[in-house]
């Protein structure tokens, strides 16, 4: 007759498997991001399907290891692979983001970043939890609609950050080659500003979307802070309306001002600076 688990060897065998889900997603980008780096062209399609099958096998392991977290004091732990939540759903929605662009727009250019950023993370979630506990946290209202907008908001502009350093590269450091054309070459540097451009206009509106959603829970809740304590009380909530404040500028420069090209990438890397900082400082002052 076929074993009957316990309720403890029930949990402990999906630990075992959340872990090695996470180890099968982890070795997976790694493999993806070796092929994508000796830029093989004959075994796109097959690398393109792996990344979707890791992504795939990703949203099972986050979907098994949340299941099995436990609430304590309103933070969410895990007794056999503890792991920040909020780190591994960032990755993750950086994952999904690279897909809707490929799929949408066939996007190639950032699965290179997007491979590494993931199978890095998963690597090394824990060294990273214990460097900045305060930065990516268990915190359960990351489960929440109005934070996941906000990761996916994040996602997206993180997403233009490798589109902006290979425009810069191409247009400042690498010399053109004899046989390369004046035409191809702007027309390289025009898709790398497009596609940023592109990105950016995803995560305005999901940054939007996250900011009325909280507004109108707080709002519900009788639980809207006062101005002068906005920071003090949700931190995260001001680090999102300065990345859509940024946005706005950064779209508001194209379609107003016409600032393309090498302006936007520097007005674009100035903001994501900005957003850094005050992530991190966030961090080091709680």
Same mark, same amino acid.
């Given at each position: 007759?076929?074993?009957?688990?316990?309720?403890?060897?029930?949990?402990? #065998?999906?630990?075992?498997?959340?872990?090695?889900?996470? +180890?099968? #997603?982890?070795?997976?980008?790694?493999?993806?991001?070796?092929?994508?780096?000796?830029?093989?062209?004959?075994?796109?399609?097959?690398?393109?399907?792996?990344?979707? #099958?890791?992504?795939?096998?990703?949203?099972?392991?986050?979907?098994?290891?949340? =299941?099995?977290?436990?609430? *304590?004091?309103?933070? +969410?732990?895990?007794?056999?692979?503890?792991?920040?939540?909020?780190? %591994?759903?960032?990755?993750? =929605? +950086?994952?999904?983001?690279?897909?809707?662009?490929?799929?949408?727009?066939?996007? &190639?250019?950032?699965?290179?970043?997007?491979?590494?950023?993931?199978?890095?993370?998963?690597?090394?979630?824990?060294?990273?939890?214990?460097?900045?506990?305060? $930065?990516?946290?268990?915190?359960?209202?990351?489960?929440?609609?109005?934070?996941?907008?906000? +990761?996916?908001?994040?996602?997206?502009? *993180?997403?233009?950050? @490798?589109?902006?350093? &290979?425009?810069?590269?191409? =247009?400042?450091?690498?010399?053109?080659?004899?046989?390369?054309?004046?035409?191809?070459?702007?027309?390289?540097?025009?898709?790398?500003?497009?596609?940023?451009?592109?990105?950016?206009?995803?995560?305005? @509106?999901?940054?939007?979307?996250?900011?009325?959603?909280?507004?109108?829970? $707080?709002?519900?809740?009788?639980? $809207?802070?006062? @101005?002068?304590?906005?920071?003090?009380?949700?931190?995260?909530?001001?680090?999102?309306?300065? #990345?859509?404040?940024?946005?706005? *500028?950064?779209?508001?420069?194209?379609?107003?001002?016409?600032?393309?090209?090498?302006?936007?990438?520097?007005?674009?890397?100035?903001?994501?600076?900005?957003? %850094?900082?005050?992530?991190?400082?966030?961090?080091?002052? =709680?």
């Amino acid at each position: 007759m076929p074993a009957i688990l316990t309720p403890i060897g029930a949990c402990r #065998t999906l630990s075992i498997m959340t872990k090695n889900l996470f +180890l099968a #997603t982890m070795a997976s980008y790694w493999i993806c991001f070796l092929l994508r780096l000796l830029g093989s062209p004959k075994v796109t399609k097959k690398i393109v399907l792996l990344e979707r #099958t890791a992504l795939l096998v990703f949203t099972a392991a986050l979907v098994f290891y949340i =299941s099995k977290l436990q609430v *304590i004091g309103a933070q +969410l732990h895990s007794e056999t692979y503890d792991r920040p939540v909020s780190l %591994l759903l960032l990755v993750w =929605s +950086l994952s999904v983001a690279h897909l809707v662009t490929e799929v949408v727009y066939g996007n &190639q250019t950032t699965a290179l970043f997007v491979n590494f950023c993931t199978a890095l993370a998963l690597n090394l979630s824990a060294a990273i939890a214990s460097f900045f506990p305060h $930065l990516f946290t268990h915190d359960l209202n990351w489960l929440s609609f109005h934070r996941l907008c906000f +990761l996916f908001g994040y996602a997206f502009c *993180i997403l233009a950050l @490798p589109l902006v350093f &290979q425009y810069f590269w191409l =247009s400042c450091v690498q010399k053109p080659s004899a046989s390369e054309e004046a035409g191809a070459r702007q027309s390289r540097l025009w898709r790398l500003d497009r596609m940023a451009y592109r990105l950016v206009l995803w995560a305005l @509106p999901l940054l939007t979307a996250g900011i009325i959603t909280e507004a109108l829970v $707080l709002l519900e809740n009788h639980q $809207l802070p006062d @101005p002068a304590d906005l920071w003090r009380v949700n931190k995260e909530t001001v680090l999102a309306l300065a #990345t859509w404040f940024l946005c706005g *500028i950064y779209l508001h420069t194209r379609l107003f001002f016409g600032w393309k090209n090498q302006r936007s990438a520097i007005l674009y890397l100035a903001g994501l600076v900005l957003l %850094l900082v005050g992530h991190f400082s966030q961090a080091v002052m =709680s």
